[in-house]
């Protein structure tokens, strides 16, 4: 007999905690402070109609308090952080998590030292740096950031929050699954697409619907549309067997999903291909035409990346991968957030080479 971890709404905490069986938390009170998880499924009647979509539903993450779906990683990495006495959190991105663990971090109490590519969104920057966190922009790019942010971590004993090495952050992830199951009346739909960077947004989804399916609470997974942006496609250049196209990185105003080395592409792929999904790429100017459209027809609003998942929806129609009568989510992953120009901005922020002599000359040795 199947134990059910999901009876109906009652005492338990809400949002992502209410998984919290599912996830790698001990017993004891969530000293994790801010709300995270429970985002909204909708299904516009205006923007069905105009899709052709009748079950199209929406998966809304920019609800949440950075604005996009990387809250719940840093919501679980900072909570087993406050359990263990962590004082400093790291991670590297190219806008949103970063966002979310400067602002996680704040309200947790603990101190934030984000890795950031030199280019990265002023306005990020901006939001990172008003939430008191150090900002340091690393010439040598992503993944020149992504490698010295786990160096340092190692280096001064720092809470690693990066996704797709610290296990935490798929965890927390695969809690959309769960709410996607939950909110379609404990079903599962034929098909949700999502937006992909790194990979790990993905590859939690899948895992999250097969968890279901391991529980005895469904019976089958979805496929998984993964989107990339046309400037910067190298997982769907792998999908599609043209590893080595000319089309290379040639940057894209997705920066959510402007990654051109994925840290867990090969996993992606493979959960992906798993699920009998596929994958696709989008210019900049369809990401633009899909902000405008959730806006008018969902009330949804959100930065280029976050609307790549309904950019990339019309081009799976357009390809013949998803079928009028198909139950399909979209996941929305991130909005931008913006700071004024009188607000204070208390972090720091540094631009350096790779290397952790330049890390302790801006963050000295801390805890």
């Not at 280019?119 to 900002?135: D, H, N, P, Q, Y």
């Not at 959309?176 to 599962?188: D, K, M, S």
């Not at 496609?233 to 999903?257: C, F, K, N």
């Not at 080395?261 to 994958?279: D, M, N, T």
Request: contains cysteine; proline residues 7%.
């Amino acid at each position: 007999m199947t134990t059910d971890p999901f009876p109906a709404f009652d005492h338990r905490p809400q949002g992502m905690w209410r998984y919290r069986s599912l996830l790698p938390v001990g017993d004891g009170p969530i000293r994790y402070p801010l709300p995270v998880g429970g985002s909204p499924l909708t299904g516009p009647a205006v923007l069905r109609d105009r899709l052709g979509l009748p079950d199209l539903w929406v998966k809304d993450e920019t609800v949440g308090t950075s604005g996009s779906n990387k809250d719940r990683a840093t919501a679980l990495v900072i909570e087993d952080g406050l359990r263990s006495g962590a004082t400093t959190i790291t991670t590297a991105s190219t806008g949103n998590a970063a966002v979310a663990t400067a602002l996680g971090a704040a309200a947790a109490g603990i101190r934030a030292v984000i890795f950031v590519p030199a280019g990265c969104a002023e306005a990020k920057v901006a939001v990172m740096r008003s939430a008191g966190a150090l900002v340091l922009r690393v010439v040598d790019g992503y993944r020149a950031a992504f490698e010295l942010s786990r160096a340092a971590a190692r280096h001064f004993g720092w809470l690693d929050r990066n996704t797709g090495v610290n296990p935490l952050t798929l965890h927390a992830k695969k809690t959309v699954a769960f709410e996607i199951w939950e909110q379609l009346g404990r079903t599962v739909p034929d098909v949700v697409v999502v937006p992909v960077g790194d990979g790990p947004t993905v590859l939690a989804m899948g895992q999250g619907f097969r968890e279901l399916e391991s529980l005895g609470l469904t019976n089958r997974v979805p496929r998984l549309i993964g989107v990339q942006a046309s400037g910067c496609q190298p997982l769907a250049r792998e999908w599609h067997g043209r590893p080595d196209s000319p089309v290379r990185h040639s940057g894209t105003i997705a920066d959510g999903i402007d990654v051109p080395e994925p840290i867990s592409g090969v996993e992606a792929l493979a959960e992906v291909a798993r699920s009998g999904g596929a994958f696709v790429a989008v210019p900049d100017a369809a990401m633009l035409a899909a902000i405008g459209m959730l806006a008018s027809t969902a009330g949804v609003t959100c930065e280029p990346a976050g609307a790549a998942g309904l950019a990339g929806l019309l081009k799976a129609r357009r390809m013949g991968l998803v079928a009028a009568e198909e139950r399909v989510v979209v996941l929305v992953t991130g909005r931008e957030l913006v700071v004024g120009p009188d607000v204070p901005l208390e972090g720091g922020e540094a631009l350096i080479a790779a290397r952790l002599d330049e890390v302790e000359r801006y963050a000295g040795v801390l805890a």
